[in-house]
């Protein structure tokens, strides 16, 4: 054991003597404080399980001994997330735990992008003990949303809370080596897992296939590609198939037209000697909406009025995929880019090269 008043390793928390009362003090008053809560991951642990986590992190990969800092570990979300004050810590465990835990501590005054931010500016300056609990509060956490997510989470949100994690422990700047190597591989372990889960199906990703609907070639390629959208996981308005049963003019506009409103992008079939018109209304509509168009043609054929895409369609288009080589893996990546999430790309593709 150090001896007291002797600094340790920094990237340890100060030396002293273990105070094993405290810790056991703090694991009592946090589960007692986050009794009644859970964990937002699938397995709906009890919440207590969290800073148990932290608290073993520290001990097992840190090797950190320093008595404040593990007891601020258990206690760590007790005043963000439960009825405790700063003064009940105080009076409990003492000015240096407290002070660590308000290290730590948001401010919920904030919206939560302004919280996430603000995290990023201030790790830099965060003392030796508050690092260490970050740290191992992040390599949880990222932990957590790789191996149970909490159910409501797609994909993307998941990433975006990888790479968050990640931002923040970089500002941290070196704090202890076996707990920053961890980090890195839960980090890139986290991201290699994503990367091989399809986008998710949820209300704003879903895709309206605009295209020629006329020959049953037209038809069946249409088909194919909503087919392998929806294989990739996004939801898909086809107007061949929603339409498919109404007779009324009037009732095949408002029914694609509330597709169109309901979707996060537009993939439109730009084939033909010409663009179809309906095609082309749904392109101006989806650019006038804000909505991103991805416009395809696979026709070898020249069309337009330069040979190509008509100067609106193409300037309407965030992206353009012409041809038909690798055609799959190129269209999800024009579409991954225009809904601002990372391309998933299938399987062959990606093992492949
Ligand atoms: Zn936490």
Same mark, same amino acid.
């Given at each position: 054991m150090a001896k007291q008043g002797v600094q340790a390793d920094p990237g340890r928390g100060a030396a002293g003597p273990l105070d094993f009362g405290l810790t056991i003090a703090a694991l009592e008053f946090a589960a007692r404080q986050h009794r009644d809560q859970r964990r937002k991951g699938a397995d709906h642990a009890p919440y207590i399980n969290h800073p148990i986590a932290l608290l073993h992190l520290l001990w097992t990969v840190g090797g950190v001994r320093d008595s404040i800092t593990l007891a601020a570990a258990l206690l760590h979300d007790t005043v963000e997330d439960t009825p405790t004050t700063a003064t009940d810590l105080v009076n409990r465990f003492g000015v240096e735990v407290a002070a660590v835990v308000a290290e730590v501590t948001d401010n919920k005054n904030f919206p939560k992008l302004k919280r996430k931010?603000?995290?990023? =500016?201030?790790?830099?300056?965060?003392?030796?003990?508050?690092?260490?609990?970050?740290?191992?509060?992040?390599?949880?956490?990222? =932990?957590?949303?790789?191996? &149970?997510?909490?159910?409501?989470?797609?994909? =993307?949100?998941?990433?975006?809370?990888?790479?968050? $994690?990640?931002?923040?422990?970089?500002?941290?700047?070196?704090?202890?080596?076996?707990?920053?190597?961890? !980090?890195?591989?839960?980090?890139?372990?986290?991201?290699?897992?994503?990367?091989?889960?399809?986008?998710?199906?949820? $209300?704003?990703?879903?895709?309206?296939?605009?295209?020629?609907? !006329?020959? &049953?070639?037209?038809? &069946? !390629?249409? &088909?194919?590609?909503?087919?392998?959208?929806?294989?990739?996981?996004?939801?898909? !308005?086809?107007?061949?198939? =929603?339409?498919?049963t109404l007779k009324d003019r009037g009732a095949i506009f408002r029914c694609c037209l509330s597709g169109l409103k309901e979707s996060a992008a537009i993939v439109a079939i730009l084939d033909g000697a010409d663009a179809d018109s309906g095609t082309c209304w749904e392109c101006g509509y989806g650019y006038g909406a804000g909505i991103p168009v991805v416009a395809v043609r696979t026709d070898f054929r020249l069309s337009g009025d330069a040979g190509g895409f008509n100067a609106m369609l193409a300037g309407g288009a965030s992206s353009v995929v012409v041809g038909t080589d690798r055609l799959e893996a190129r269209l999800l990546g024009a579409i991954a880019t225009a809904l601002n999430t990372e391309a998933t790309l299938p399987p062959p593709l990606r093992d492949g090269r």
């Open positions: 931010q603000i995290q990023i =500016e201030r790790a830099a300056n965060l003392s030796d003990r508050a690092k260490l609990v970050k740290l191992a509060d992040k390599i949880c956490n990222i =932990e957590d949303v790789t191996h &149970a997510p909490p159910t409501t989470w797609p994909v =993307e949100r998941r990433r975006q809370y990888l790479d968050w $994690a990640k931002a923040v422990v970089d500002a941290l700047g070196p704090v202890n080596g076996p707990l920053g190597d961890r !980090f890195e591989r839960a980090y890139h372990t986290g991201l290699s897992l994503l990367d091989r889960e399809p986008p998710s199906p949820t $209300a704003t990703q879903k895709l309206y296939v605009a295209a020629p609907l !006329f020959s &049953a070639a037209e038809r &069946a !390629f249409n &088909a194919k590609v909503a087919s392998m959208l929806r294989d990739r996981g996004y939801q898909v !308005f086809l107007p061949q198939d =929603e339409a498919a």
